[in-house]
């Protein structure tokens, strides 16, 4: 009798010991899970920088509702520059009823007209000109579609977030050496030092400014990868301390958490396009990349079909301008617009339609047009 209340006795403690260990197990991932909610939310609140809804939407998109929707990719190189530049430009579409993303590339040198400053010059100097606002409007005269979203980038400031990670690895498409720094063909693993001057590297590829955009969307998707991965949990507390710092965007907490549930799968479903067809060539001292007027057209149908946009969706164009880009004739500008020649030169004064000059400004609309 005496040997089975003895037993019990263990019994009990072995089981108060295990349900000790658990209490303690329990409140400890409480305190660690809602420490890491406040850095998340502490984190967001340094990330958050809303905009104003973009003039070229008549409402404003919703995530939940599952519209489609676009943002603008900004990476802000400031090596050089107090400001910084827009060094990376990609605008992405996400349709979420097809579950697909279209990402294309802008080169960082398009000359086109830097909206809200009056100026024709490169595109990635909008940045340093007006910030996000005066970027986000330059691209959206650019391919004619909303940007409904931004997230931006601070390049150098990656560093932090990829050694809190130990690390990110990647597939180099090219043995490339730069310096005193190699890096051969193939997996590559590199600190945030390493993974700065890999995605920085221009002149040493013969891509020159395509194959420095493919692998910095090589180092931001390695990270990415890395965030996923449970080990990475507990790296969590550095990382958001560097993501306050380093990353800003107008996504909402309720919308990313919208978007993590409702989208899953959608980043094996990404197509990703480039200009291809293009001039280059130098005004003054300067060298500038000319798209091709056609390829840019096309970009601007694919992306605003992938957006499901239609006239009811978009705002009015009444008072808009158009900025002449390399190879555009008064036929190309007025298929694109929508409108006849003749309309364009009534509306602009246009003595001579031939002899349209590159960075010239042409009105859209008549200003006092009657409906």
Do not use: C
């Amino acid at each position: 009798m005496r040997a089975n209340k003895s037993k019990q006795k263990k019994r009990k403690k072995i089981l108060w010991g295990i349900l000790s260990v658990l209490f303690i197990l329990v409140i400890g991932v409480g305190v660690y899970v809602a420490n890491l909610y406040f850095s998340f939310t502490s984190a967001l609140d340094n990330m958050h920088e809303k905009v104003d809804k973009s003039d070229k939407r008549v409402e404003e998109v919703s995530i939940e509702n599952k519209d489609p929707f676009s943002v603008l990719l900004l990476g802000i190189d400031d090596e050089d520059s107090d400001v910084g530049r827009s060094d990376t430009m990609i605008v992405a579409t996400v349709n979420p009823k097809l579950n697909t993303i279209k990402m294309l590339s802008i080169p960082r040198d398009t000359r086109t007209e830097i909206v809200g400053n009056g100026t024709t010059e490169k595109i990635n100097h909008a940045y340093a000109r007006g910030g996000v606002k005066m970027s986000i409007a330059t691209v959206e005269q650019f391919l004619d579609i909303p940007i409904d979203y931004y997230v931006e980038v601070n390049m150098d400031g990656f560093t932090g977030i990829i050694d809190a990670f130990d690390g990110v690895t990647v597939e180099n498409d090219m043995d490339l050496t730069y310096k005193k720094h190699h890096f051969p063909e193939g997996e590559i693993t590199m600190n945030g030092k390493e993974a700065l001057i890999f995605s920085r590297i221009r002149y040493e590829d013969p891509r020159g400014d395509f194959g420095r955009q493919v692998r910095q969307k090589q180092i931001i998707q390695a990270i990415l990868n890395k965030a996923r991965s449970f080990s990475s949990l507990l790296k969590y507390d550095d990382v958001l301390d560097e993501l306050g710092d380093q990353v800003k965007t107008n996504f909402s907490f309720k919308e990313m958490v919208s978007l993590q549930q409702n989208h899953k799968g959608i980043e094996k479903n990404i197509e990703q396009y480039q200009f291809e067809k293009f001039d280059g060539g130098y005004i003054g001292k300067y060298w500038y990349f000319f798209p091709d007027e056609e390829e840019v057209q096309k970009y601007q149908t694919l992306l605003k079909d992938h957006l499901e946009l239609t006239d009811a969706s978009l705002a009015e164009n009444e008072g808009d301008t158009y900025t002449v880009q390399a190879n555009d004739t008064l036929t190309s500008i007025a298929a694109k617009l929508g409108v006849t020649e003749d309309e364009l030169v009534e509306w602009n004064h246009l003595s001579d339609p031939n002899s349209l000059q590159v960075g010239q400004t042409l009105s859209i609309e008549e200003p006092n047009r009657s409906e």
